[in-house]
């Protein structure tokens, strides 16, 4: 008896720190996401490249699930964020915006990411969208 009680603490410690480090490598990578800020390199819908449309803002992603757009260096508007990390996907939302701001909502599915980087797509009105986002 006494080793099945053992042998279920063992796994359960096992369990808790395999769940320990997941929780770190969750933490770090929101720690990438939200220090410092972010800017669009790319954005294009189907053959059209709106890149230029971002040139003079950057984003600050927060920890709070908001994400603050900035224009020349001035806050302009607050969205809100949420990433999936099982589904590798990123849903923003900018409220009541016009263009460019208004391209961002929606949910993007990541292609490829690193700690400096984030290319994602999405599809919108039968048009793919392409969003590369990099850490300034």
């Known amino acids: ?5 053992y042998g279920l603490l063992i796994l359960f410690s096992l369990g808790s720190c395999e769940k320990a480090i997941e929780n770190k490598q969750e ?11 972010w800017i669009v390199t790319k954005y294009t819908k189907g053959a059209t490249d709106a890149t230029s449309l971002f040139n003079t803002y950057k984003f600050q992603f927060k920890k709070n699930n908001t994400v603050d ?9 607050t969205g809100q964020w ?24 929606g949910t ?11 290319d994602a797509s999405q599809t919108i009105d039968g048009e793919k969208c392409r969003l590369l986002l990099n850490k300034e």
Do not use: C, H
């Not at 757009?69 to 508007?77: I, V």
């Open 27 to 37: 933490e770090a990578v929101l720690d990438a996401i939200t220090s410092g800020y």
């Open 1 to 5: 008896m006494r080793i099945t009680i």
């Open 69 to 77: 757009a900035l224009k020349n260096q001035t806050f302009e508007r």
């Open 108 to 118: 993007w599915t990541i292609t490829n990411s690193t700690w400096t980087s984030v």
């Open 82 to 105: 949420e990433a999936n990390a099982a589904q590798k996907t990123i849903n923003a939302n900018f409220a009541n915006v016009s263009t460019p701001l208004s391209l961002l909502n």
